[in-house]
């Protein structure tokens, strides 16, 4: 995979998506396998109002980190394939992305000849 600092001018078409971890739950989610692309701009939204809530981007190299209850977090100018989230006991957390497509040399089944 070759990184490239992307510009306003050079930026491709980039699409939104949601996801609602439902509370007392674990979620992992994987942008290429479930999206077919990157996460390249995050929001991690706490709707608890009472628990904390966790969340790891980076896989296991990084720590998970707290998130308090009813705060949030935005993570820009990144690339994350893989995103964990721990909801708190009584309410959910709303992920909310900007996904980068995966451009077909990077998938190996359709690799040209």
Request: aromatic share 8%.
């Amino acid at each position: 995979m070759v990184f490239q600092k992307f510009t306003i001018s050079n930026l491709p078409l980039l699409f939104p998506i949601r996801v609602v971890v439902p509370a007392g739950t674990t979620r992992i989610i994987s942008f290429p396998d479930e999206f077919l692309g990157r996460a390249v701009a995050l929001l991690v939204q706490n709707n608890d109002a009472a628990n904390a809530a966790q969340y790891q981007y980076g896989g296991d190299a990084l720590d998970f980190q707290n998130l308090s209850a009813s705060s949030f977090r935005s993570i820009d100018g990144t690339i994350i394939d893989r995103l964990a989230i721990i909801a708190g006991a009584a309410g959910t957390v709303l992920v909310e992305a900007q996904v980068l497509p995966i451009e077909r040399p990077e998938i190996p089944a359709v690799q040209s000849s």
